[in-house]
């Protein structure tokens, strides 16, 4: 099916895709969201957060062991010079989002996206304990207004990674009576910025968060210990669970939800070990969290990008394709990951993000051609699916690998923050089109 990526090569056109989808069903239900995703602190620029001042204090040390950690992948010819450039790692103004999100919704708007998910950056609503910024409450008050009257569906997340400096130097989510801190800043979001949205992220990634920072050490606060992970992710877990509960409250026609990163996770035989390792890691990876949260949840939010084979204990993947970052390109494997959340959960799963870093733009229209595919296929064993949206809109800040990896629909030029719709993207914003006059066509 993904026989084609990894070669610049010749597409189909987006009339010959929709005509070769699957019969049943034909297209996407006729409220589908199609859109892109971006996170505060990677587009914005100017933030003030635990990742700023990481950034800040790690930047030589992250650039410094960038040949050991990238330099056998076979982007690094040209990905090196920013990879070992300190610079790179400091997002600074990142890319001028807050100053220029009319222009950047204008992208979606060419791209005939009717969705955007963004995330509201806690540290500029609260930059001191108890103390509320309004000139930010009322930045992302016409933001969302913005997205509002241009008829584009606003999906804001609340925490997407980056924490204001003062919650944790309290212990950020360590504590679990901090949490109370966070649901007076959702209680506050939803009081003054909730009027035009129906979807609510509450946390992205809870698993990668709390792996990232407390288990590699590799994200802010740089702690490696299996305790702290632990009660990192149980208090995710009550913070979500608890924040739904005050939203529903405050706001009972809000839907809500996490944005999950899950994985496929697939034995490469049929050996028991295989089967047995690939179920256990399975769970942990994805349903330890889910099966805690799910019924605080309206429909769940996937964010997709790898999968992983197992053969007896040890994961072993196809040596076949890579993303700039080395990341195993398996989009269609979404099919799967689709149908195995559907059938556990029985919620409508809304793909919160998914995309590939391509500085080249060699192999992203083939990812979102396999990913529509797989989309279409899930429908038809029964999954109730109500949206897709591409991380990113944008090139931004890709956390601790800072700008080279490319998962931009839109280039951006960091010298002169030009934006300009990669080929792909063009691509993309026809075969939505397509689909969208299908849509209304078939209701
Ligand atoms: C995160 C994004 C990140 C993307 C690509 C997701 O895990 O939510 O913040 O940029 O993956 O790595």
């Known amino acids: 099916m993904i026989a084609n990526i990894g070669k610049p090569t010749i597409f189909a ?8 989808m699957p019969k049943t069903p034909q297209t996407f239900s006729k409220h589908f969201l199609w859109g892109a995703a971006t996170s505060a602190h990677q587009v914005e620029g100017g933030n003030h957060n635990t990742w700023s001042v990481w950034e800040l204090e790690n930047a030589r040390a992250l650039a410094a062991r960038a040949l050991y950690q990238y330099g056998d992948l076979s982007s690094w010819g040209y990905t090196s010079k920013l990879a070992t450039n300190p610079a790179n790692y400091v997002s600074g103004r990142a890319v001028d989002h807050y100053k220029r999100y009319e222009q950047d919704f204008d992208l979606l708007g060419d791209l005939n996206m009717n969705a955007f998910r963004f995330s509201i950056e806690w540290s500029r609503i609260e930059p001191q304990e108890g103390a509320w910024n309004v000139e930010a409450i009322a930045h992302y008050k016409t933001y969302i207004d913005t997205l509002h009257k241009r008829g584009i569906e606003p999906v804001m997340t609340l925490f997407h990674f980056t924490l ?9 989510f360590e504590k679990r009576a901090n949490i109370k801190y966070f649901l007076r800043y959702v209680e506050k979001v939803m009081e003054e910025l909730s009027t035009n949205v129906r979807y609510a992220i509450t946390i992205n990634e ?3 968060y709390s792996e990232r920072s407390y288990h590699e050490g590799a994200w802010p606060p740089n702690t490696q210990s299996n305790w702290k992970t632990l009660a990192v992710m149980n ?8 924040a ?3 939203i529903y409250k405050l706001k009972p026609r809000m839907k ?3 944005a999950y ?11 028991w070990l295989s089967q047995l390792s690939a179920s256990f890691m399975q769970y942990v990876h994805d349903d330890y969290y889910l099966k805690r949260v799910y019924k605080n949840c309206d429909f769940l939010g996937i964010n997709y990008y790898r999968s992983y084979r197992v053969y007896g204990y040890r994961i072993h993947n196809p040596e076949q394709h890579h993303s700039d970052l080395g990341w195993e390109i398996s989009p269609d494997n979404i099919e799967h990951a689709l149908v195995r959340l559907h059938d556990k959960y029985k919620l409508p799963i809304l793909i919160t993000e998914n995309g590939i870093a391509d ?3 060699e192999k992203r229209q083939a990812w979102i051609e396999a990913t529509i595919r797989a989309m279409l296929a899930a429908q038809s064993e029964g999954v109730n699916l109500i949206g897709y949206l591409h991380w990113s809109l944008l090139d931004n800040i890709e956390l601790d690998s800072g700008r080279w990896p490319r998962f931009g629909l839109a280039q951006v030029n960091y010298l002169t923050m030009e934006r300009k719709l990669r080929p792909s993207a063009v691509w993309f914003g026809k075969v939505i089109k397509r689909l969208r006059k299908a849509e209304k066509e078939e209701s």
């Open 13 to 20: 056109s987006p009339s010959v895709i929709i005509m070769s």
């Open 164 to 172: 204001p400096v003062w919650f944790a130097e309290k212990g950020g």
């Open 206 to 208: 809870p698993n990668i």
């Open 235 to 242: 208090n995710l877990i009550r913070a979500h669970n608890q």
């Open 244 to 246: 739904a509960v005050l």
């Open 256 to 258: 809500v939800s996490i």
């Open 261 to 271: 990163h899950t994985a496929y996770i697939y034995a490469g035989d049929d050996a």
């Open 359 to 361: 500085a080249r733009d």
